[in-house]
């Protein structure tokens, strides 16, 4: 009842705030499936014009935002813009014809949240089998297209992991954070920037404890 008859809903409505439909509703006036669009993009690197072909639009529940995947016409590179961060848009004169084509679904399918990267890496996870680490891991294969899931005999008494997680992604740092959930629980294989990540998460925490201690003396 709190929304106008005019506005448009996409999606939960106890989720999607005003200031995203408006930038959606906004954005969808535009002939984006069929035509380029050129626009102003607030980067966190600065304003910037773009001739644009649009590939996916998508929302995200975790950031409750709007993005658009989407092609530089340019320089021919993959771009994940959010619609938030559309300042302006005129309609191109090229004809878009990649929207919703089987090279950007397939992206958006190797995506891990709304974590956006150029290339996918592969990632290789074992997990300890006990609590409800295997019904866990059970979620996300079943979610996830492109991943496996099965046991292994384990490595040895100081490393009793017995499942692993195989998946093609595109967004390591997003699936950083996930795996930070599982503790000790979860030891990366591949790849080596997915390690890095999780070590130095975890002498980011160490660090923070050291300094905690050294505060309550």
């Known amino acids: 009842a709190s929304y106008d008859a005019s506005t448009q809903i996409y999606g939960k409505s106890n989720r999607i705030d005003r200031k995203q439909?408006?930038?959606?509703?906004?954005?969808?006036?535009?002939?984006?499936k069929t035509k380029t669009l050129k626009i102003n993009y607030l980067s966190r690197d600065g304003a910037m014009e773009i001739t644009i072909s649009s590939g996916l639009l998508f929302y995200s529940v975790e950031t409750n935002c709007f993005y658009l995947l989407c092609t530089n016409?340019?320089?021919?590179?993959?771009?994940?813009?959010?619609?938030?961060?559309?300042?302006?848009?005129?309609?191109?004169?090229?004809?878009?014809?990649?929207y919703r084509s089987s090279?950007?679904?397939?992206?958006?399918?190797e995506m891990f949240s709304a974590a956006f990267e150029p290339e996918k890496s592969h990632v290789k996870i074992l997990f300890q089998d006990f609590g409800n680490i295997r019904e866990r891991l059970s979620a996300l294969h079943n979610?996830?297209?492109?991943?496996?899931?099965?046991?292994?005999?384990?490595?040895?008494?100081?490393?009793?992991?017995s499942i692993m997680y195989e998946d093609d992604l595109r967004g390591v740092s997003a699936f950083a954070r996930y795996l930070r959930s599982f503790g000790s629980s979860a030891l990366v294989l591949e790849p080596s920037s997915l390690q890095d990540?999780?070590?130095?998460?975890?002498?980011?925490?160490?660090?923070?404890?050291?300094?905690?201690?050294?505060?309550?003396?």
């Open 197 to 217: 990540l999780m070590i130095n998460s975890n002498q980011l925490i160490l660090k923070n404890y050291e300094v905690t201690t050294d505060e309550n003396k």
């Open 103 to 109: 090279e950007f679904l397939n992206m958006y399918e």
């Open 21 to 32: 439909l408006k930038h959606l509703n906004n954005f969808v006036k535009y002939p984006y």
């Open 143 to 161: 979610k996830r297209k492109f991943s496996k899931l099965y046991d292994i005999s384990p490595l040895s008494e100081e490393i009793p992991h």
């Open 73 to 98: 016409m340019i320089t021919k590179s993959i771009l994940q813009l959010r619609l938030d961060r559309i300042d302006a848009i005129k309609e191109g004169t090229e004809k878009n014809k990649r």
